[in-house]
């Protein structure tokens, strides 16, 4: 099941003493465009490279433009294993 996280809990958890790692699923032209500060861009079309290089015991939240690429990756890596990872919704 994929847990959902809000805006408003990520700005929180943003501010906090243990920030997440934050990854924007999107285009490098849509990150260009817009994105949340300190996002990691790592396009979904390649997740299975960018996988391996991520911790699977870090808290991180995926985010897209509207959640459905995000829901996507973040389904794929928790069928590898990731047990802290949020889909923002």
Same mark, same amino acid.
């Given at each position: 099941? !994929?847990?959902? !996280?809000?805006?408003?809990?990520?700005a929180e958890k943003l501010q906090g003493p243990n920030p997440p790692l934050v990854i924007d699923v999107r285009e490098p032209y849509e990150y260009a465009y817009s994105r949340i500060e300190g996002a990691q861009l790592e396009p979904l079309?390649? !997740?299975v490279v960018w996988a391996k290089t991520l911790n699977p015991e870090a808290e991180m939240v995926?985010?897209?433009h509207?959640?459905?690429r995000s829901a996507m990756?973040?389904?794929?890596l928790q069928n590898l294993?990731?047990?802290r990872v949020?889909?923002?919704a």
């Open positions: 099941m !994929i847990a959902d !996280i809000t805006p408003q809990q990520l079309g390649q !997740i995926l985010y897209c509207v959640g459905e990756a973040t389904a794929y294993g990731f047990k949020l889909n923002l």
